[in-house]
């Protein structure tokens, strides 16, 4: 059960099987669990005063012990195109100290769509050479409550019709958070939402993608940004634990058509991945796989020495993939002002 700096149980995130142990221990009605759920992720309330169907004796011991646990967004920034980012102060105690991280949430609107995308961790353990978050380190990682506070306190939050787990950290190095949260965004008693909606993505840590693909219903989307294995682990120092050809295998083990996507997120970087050398060693370790590849500009930051593909250049590499029969598609750039690239956020954090 998550506790927060004061001591205090946070209900938000918890799952209604969490609720009724506590409300047990408390020796609370049963059916109060349902009732708090109800409270929280239904009607979306910040405050244990305003569950007035539990009973005042509830509503005061709750209040001793407990807070609902949602906490706004410190700051916004809006690009241009309408894509905004926030920022989440992430509290914590520390050798009796209390220290202040931050985490960023992306939200991207594109006509009836309205996309969020989430942190899961301060930092990252991954290592990705182009990615910010991972140069600055790992700071430790978000309770289900932490991350779906970035979903329910937006103010844009009941538009959302999808959450994409690709903002800072690697979702399935905090697998148990994010289950919850699945669990949470899916169950009749949270949000209620398909598992169609969401999509979780993995620089590919095989053996916990293998329980993400038993347990959970969700799209997978792994970052792949090279075919070569030698190529992929000097961008990504994640390939010599877990090669990608093994977790291309995996994903083959499972039948795709009718069910859940999946895809490829590949980063294209001028010189580096996006030769048709590239383009044909991909189309070959794809072959056979029910999938998509995402082809995606790089936003540039003075952190990382690499530079985005040319327009012509990522035109060429989709249509030689559309021709080996593998749907391509470059992913519209959305927040580049804002430097808002999921994955790739954080850069200038406040604080
Ligand atoms: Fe971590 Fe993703 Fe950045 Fe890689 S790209 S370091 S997995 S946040």
Redesign the pocket.
Known sequence: MAVNNTNMVSLFGQSLHQLQELCQEEGFPKYTAKQICDWIYHKRVNDINAMTNLSLKTRARLNEMACVGRNTPVDCQTSCDGTKKYLFAIRRQKEGKETTDYIESVFIPDGERATLCVSCQMG?R???RF?V??KQGFKGSLSSGEILNQIFSIPESEQLTNIVFMG???PLDNYEAIKQTLEVLTAEWGLGWSPRRLTVST?GITPVLKRLLDECQCHIAV?LHNAFPDQRASMMPMQKKYPLHEVIELLKKYNWYGQRRISFEYIMFEGINDDLGHAAELARLLHGLNCRVNLIRFHASPEVPYRSSGERTMTTFRDYLDHQGITCTIRASRGEDIMAAC??LAGKLKG
Do not use: A, N, R
Request: negative net charge; glycine residues 28%; aromatic residues 0%.
């Open positions: 990252c991954m290592g990705c990615c978050t991972g800072m950290g690697e620089v970052s994955g790739l």
